[in-house]
């Protein structure tokens, strides 16, 4: 299955999938933002240092919310000495946003793209482009909620 996408500056992207039920995505990525996820444990570490003895601390999910708010009044982060430990995976990669688009993000639907159900699980570089991996069964390998006759995630209900 191959189908092609036309962003706003009339750059085409196409978008093949193969059979490991992926996405190859190939087009012109020469002016593309590629983002990255954030990894706490240097910072979250360093909080719990900090800490050490008191009562109530932040779980590590309240952290990571808690180490981007910003105070409009006083123009400061809560916490800018944690903030600034927050480092990039720089081994993954979760956005894609060639300039004009589309713009591709892991947890995103791919029904826009043709794909109706698959879902963006991560993105691999491949030699013509990206490789969107997606989301699959973990028993039969079947991507967008479709399983296999013997997986054992389908079940057969029988009322009596």
């Given at each position: 299955?191959?189908?092609t996408y036309?962003?706003?500056?009339?750059d085409?992207?196409?978008f093949?999938r193969?059979?490991?039920h992926d996405?190859?995505?190939?087009g012109n990525?020469?002016?593309c933002?590629?983002?990255?996820?954030?990894?706490?444990?240097?910072a979250?570490e360093?909080?719990?240092k900090?800490?050490?003895?008191k009562?109530?601390?932040?779980?590590?999910?309240q952290?990571?919310d808690a180490v981007?708010?910003?105070?409009d009044e006083?123009l400061?982060?809560d916490?800018?000495e944690?903030?600034?430990m927050?480092?990039?995976?720089?081994?993954?990669i979760?956005?894609?946003?060639?300039s004009?688009?589309?713009?591709?993000t892991?947890?995103?639907s791919?029904?826009s793209?043709?794909f109706?159900?698959?879902?963006v699980?991560?993105?691999q570089?491949?030699?013509?482009?990206?490789?969107i991996?997606t989301e699959?069964?973990?028993?039969?390998?079947?991507a967008a909620?479709?399983?296999?006759?013997g997986c054992?995630?389908?079940?057969?209900?029988?009322n009596l």
């Amino acid at each position: 299955m191959k189908n092609t996408y036309k962003n706003r500056y009339g750059d085409e992207f196409t978008f093949t999938r193969d059979e490991n039920h992926d996405i190859l995505w190939e087009g012109n990525f020469e002016y593309c933002r590629i983002g990255m996820p954030n990894d706490y444990t240097r910072a979250y570490e360093a909080y719990l240092k900090d800490n050490d003895g008191k009562k109530s601390l932040m779980t590590l999910n309240q952290f990571k919310d808690a180490v981007h708010n910003y105070d409009d009044e006083t123009l400061t982060y809560d916490y800018p000495e944690y903030l600034k430990m927050v480092d990039s995976l720089t081994n993954e990669i979760d956005m894609i946003d060639p300039s004009g688009g589309p713009y591709i993000t892991r947890g995103m639907s791919m029904d826009s793209f043709g794909f109706k159900g698959y879902v963006v699980k991560d993105f691999q570089k491949a030699d013509t482009g990206m490789k969107i991996i997606t989301e699959k069964c973990a028993y039969c390998n079947q991507a967008a909620g479709i399983h296999k006759m013997g997986c054992e995630t389908r079940k057969i209900q029988i009322n009596l």
